[in-house]
């Protein structure tokens, strides 16, 4: 990087890659630098980079025409021209490819344009063979294609473009311009399209027939070979002219170092042509082509020559500039430094350097304007670092002096003391770099020593009194608390001790030789009265843990509360010794409280629910007393008064008042039932009556039935009037069960016959269930079910569970029955099924060997199955050509068909004869063929 890069922007600097980073960085409002850099940058690379930034047509056109831009340039200028307006200027664009030399570019063009008029355009100018040849194979428009192959006269180039899919329009150009037998034949067997090929084939043995040849005259066959001398001498010529025309042509681009060189061979190139086998005209054209090749390079060598010239007088004043700015390394004065640098570099700039690679002079001078930066940049750290060091200094000799004159004015003399001693040591090595601001400071320093010591000396005394006084007072405070180790009462002891303590802090310090001595003697007396406290409060936690841990309802409360009272009484003892102590003090206290709170609101809770119970049950005995009496009105009375007693207090303002409520109605109750057993005495003792005089009708001929509905009736009765006098309970109870069991008894014994009778049924209902003879079971289930209706009805849950067996054995064997007659059904559908396929098969080879024939069945079946059956039925028995072999086919098939059909069976019914009519029906129609 030049000095004067400092100075310039990004884009202006002298080094390509930095303006190539600037110019990408660029926004579309620089369009004035860019136009900048398009038009006079030295660097191709950064140009495009501007170039494809720029909107400007007309900027575009004038850098695509110009001569002196490189191709590429050239190029970019297209490519964003193309991307702008598309094909819309193409008059404007064809101008810009036209200043294009480079061919590999044009071709570069033409593959990226979708305009077949620039595509053309560029393979007019294009010259190369191999480059047309890569158009002509790449390009997909046969337009293009075909003008592209009409250039080339390689025949080498067409064969191959004939082998790949060149299309026939293109194939038709190749095979016209082919004049070699080689590459007739070559297109004639591997051209890409048919037509190609044989339009080759053609050619070849039109032009090169095997004929038999004239006899040529001596004389004939001399002049012809002679043409052929001349023809080939002529041929060289032309190459090696041509050849030392593309050397003299690439000399534009080599290095100017190399074009003596390429002169000297291309001379004696020259003298070697051999001229004279050139026609005339052709003689002149090439001679002034080689002198105006030969002018070019000399004049690209004469301008190289110039410009080293130029280049090593300025490097030889560069040089001396390099001396200049090396000498300046020794320089030791700032100002001289730097006021030589910039007029070095001031000159450097103005002469305009160039990069001649990395050890080129810019790089010299680089290097040494870098050290002596690092130079300068040294010079000023020191000076930065030397008034840096003298303002610290300063700094810290006015803040040394301030701490001294602070600490006269404080009271806290020992601490003042080491600040003291502390900046007077410091003063003694500060300030070598100030010594005269030292000096200036030094009086007013002694000063605040010499008034600080006075100070100092003068607070000893007074405080050696003070000490005396204070050790007075610790002693009789060490006395207090050890009067109190013999105190039995601990209420306070704590507090007393904390006083003293507090006492202690507030008393000023004693001499050091005393200070220990006195200490140990109250802490000591303190850490006993604290432990007597301590180990009381232990014993007081371990109370409160026991009756937390025991399942008490309230009654060691007050204990607790004392408990608290007491260990509060004691006083706080240090954080240190009762911090846990405490915590687990009040944790216990607030467990007790909490469970003896819990239990409270328990039982006002169950209260209160006792109350609701008592309640309910007072209302249900009020409401009792006005229903009819009944031995269940009087369980439930009885029932309520068990509750009553079994249900828990409640709250006292209720208690008495509804208990003697609830007592009364019950009194009242059972007043009422001793009027009214009586009368149900008398009421039961017509029941027996009424008893007694259906047992007697047994014997009469009164169905079973109607005399038992009639004692169910009066036991009924019986259970609904309600109990009568306790004296009479038993003898009363005993009449009416007597002509119960009498008639029961013998009913019983009827019921366990008809059970018997019913289960020999069930077992044989059991057994038939599961047989496979349809019939006879059936037969025997009915009249099974027959006998079970005739046997009569008992309604037991014996009798009950009897004929869930029976019937359940029924439907097992009903169900199997239908289950398997369905099997059947399917079965037979199944078979009939089949048997419509086979018929239809039948029926299809039927009309394959006579379209003729018309079958009712196949009326049924869809058009497009018929069709669809046809062809595969068609291609497993049709022989072409041969009838006979299709005939015996038919014949296989259907006796296939008859065996499968017999396999199947009879389905039974009018649909299976139906379907064997027709079966045998289309068979004979088979049979019947003539052929």
Not at 723 to 737: G, M, Y
């Amino acid at each position: 990087m030049g000095f004067s890069d400092i100075f310039r922007p990004k884009w202006k600097h002298s080094v390509p890659g930095v303006r190539l980073d600037a110019v990408k960085k660029l926004r579309d409002y620089n369009s004035d630098i860019l136009k900048t850099v398009a038009r006079s940058d030295t660097d191709d690379h950064v140009r495009m980079a501007a170039i494809a930034k720029i909107s400007d047509r007309d900027l575009l056109e004038q850098i695509a025409r110009d001569d002196h831009s490189d191709d590429q340039v050239k190029k970019a200028c297209v490519d964003r021209f193309s991307r702008l307006y598309g094909t819309d200027l193409k008059e404007n664009l064809c101008l810009m490819i036209g200043a294009i030399q480079n061919e590999d570019i044009l071709a570069a063009i033409a593959f990226e344009s979708e305009d077949a008029t620039i595509r053309k355009n560029i393979i007019d100018r294009v010259q190369d063979q191999r480059t047309v040849w890569k158009i002509a194979s790449d390009m997909d428009d046969p337009s293009v294609k075909c003008l592209a192959v009409s250039k080339i006269s390689d025949e080498a180039l067409l064969a191959e473009i004939a082998e790949q899919n060149c299309g026939v329009k293109a194939g038709k150009i190749i095979v016209e311009a082919l004049s070699s037998p080689t590459y007739l034949s070559q297109v004639a067997e591997k051209a890409s399209s048919r037509k190609i090929r044989k339009m080759a084939e053609i050619k070849r043995d039109r032009l090169f027939k095997k004929e038999e040849k004239p006899v040529v005259p001596e004389e004939t066959k001399t002049n012809i070979e002679e043409n052929d001398l001349k023809r080939k001498n002529r041929e060289d010529a032309i190459n090696a002219i041509e050849t030392i025309l593309r050397e003299l042509s690439g000399g534009k681009e080599m290095a100017g170092d190399a074009l003596p060189g390429l002169l000297e061979r291309a001379q004696e190139k020259w003298t070697c042509v051999n001229l004279s086998a050139l026609a005339a005209a052709e003689r002149i054209h090439f001679m002034e082509h080689y002198k105006s090749a030969i002018q070019v390079i000399e004049s690209c060598l004469k301008t190289y020559l110039s410009e080293k010239k130029r280049k090593e007088a300025q490097s030889a004043r560069l040089q001396t500039l390099i001396n200049r700015l090396d000498q300046l390394l020794n320089e030791d004065n700032l100002e001289s430094l730097v006021a030589s640098r910039d007029e070095i570099a001031g000159e450097w700039a103005r002469l305009g350097a160039d990069d001649d690679g990395p050890e080129s002079l810019m790089d010299k001078f680089n290097m040494l304007l870098k050290q002596i930066q690092e130079k300068i940049a040294d010079h000023q750290q020191n000076m930065d670092q030397a008034l840096k060091d003298q303002n610290d200094q300063k700094a810290a000799l006015l803040k040394l002096l301030e701490t001294v004159e602070s600490a006269c004015e404080s009271e806290r003399f020992f601490e003042a003391e080491q600040i003291v001693k502390s900046a007077k040591a410091e003063w003694q090595k500060t300030g070598e770099r100030v010594p005269g601001y030292k000096e200036e400071l030094t009086p007013r320093i002694e000063k605040a020593f010499s008034r600080f010591f006075d100070k100092l000396f003068e607070h000893r005394e007074n405080r050696s009194w003070e000490q005396w006084a204070n050790l007075n007072i610790k002693k009789e405070l060490c006395a207090t608390v050890e009067a109190l180790f013999d105190q039995n009462n601990l209420s306070g002891l704590a507090t007393q001790v904390r006083d003293a303590f507090n006492a202690w802090k507030e008393t000023g310090s004693v001499h050091r030789d005393e200070s220990d001595a006195i200490w140990e003697r109250f802490r000591a007396a303190c850490d006993k009265i604290y432990e007597i406290c301590l180990a009381r409060k232990k014993d007081i936690l371990n109370e409160v843990n026991t009756i937390v841990s025991e399942d008490d309802t309230g009654e060691s409360s007050e204990k607790v509360k004392k408990l608290q009272e007491e260990w509060n009484d004691i006083g706080m003892l240090p954080v240190s010794l009762e911090q846990d102590l405490k915590e687990d003090f009040r944790k216990s206290c607030d467990d007790y409280f909490n469970r003896i709170r819990a239990l409270y609101e328990k039982r006002e809770t169950e209260r209160q629910e006792n109350l609701e119970i008592k309640k309910a049950l007072l209302d249900r005995a009020e409401s009792l007393l006005n229903e009819p009496h009944s031995g269940k009105v009087v369980e439930e009375i009885i029932d309520l008064q068990k509750k009553w007693k079994q249900t828990g207090p409640i709250p006292k303002s209720y208690g008495d008042a509804m208990w003697e409520k609830f007592r009364g109605t019950c009194n009242q109750f059972f007043e009422r039932i001793g009027r009214e057993h009586a009368y149900n005495l008398k009421e039961k003792e017509h029941i027996c009556e009424q008893a007694e005089e259906l047992i007697g009708q047994i014997d009469a001929g009164v169905a079973d039935d109607q005399i038992r509905s009639g004692l169910i009736g009066l036991q009924q009765k019986w259970k609904d009037i309600g109990p009568v006098p306790k004296e009479s309970s038993d003898q009363i109870w005993e009449r009416f069960r007597k002509s119960c069991d009498a008639f029961f008894d013998k009913y019983h014994e009827e019921a366990n016959r008809q059970y018997a009778a019913k289960e020999a049924l069930v077992v044989q209902a059991e057994k038939l269930k599961d047989s496979d003879d349809w019939k006879d079971a059936t037969e025997q289930l009915k009249m099974l079910q027959q006998e079970w209706k005739n046997a009569g009805v008992f309604q037991t849950p014996k009798d009950r569970d009897l004929w869930q067996r029976f019937h359940h054995a029924c439907d097992y064997f009903f169900t199997r029955k239908r289950e398997k007659f369905r099997e059947k059904e399917a079965d037979k559908l199944d078979c009939i099924q089949k048997k419509e396929s086979f018929l239809t098969k039948t029926e299809l080879l039927a009309r394959i060997i006579n379209p003729d024939l018309e079958f009712e069945h196949l009326k049924s079946v869809p058009m497009n199955e018929q069709l669809s059956l046809s062809l595969v039925y068609r291609d497993e028995v049709l022989v072409p050509e041969n009838n006979k072999s299709t005939y015996r086919n038919v014949l296989k098939q259907v006796g296939a068909i008859r065996s499968e059909w017999l396999k199947l069976g009879n389905a039974s019914g009018n649909t299976d004869r139906e379907l064997w009519k027709k079966f045998v029906l289309a068979e004979k129609e088979i049979q019947s063929v003539k052929l």
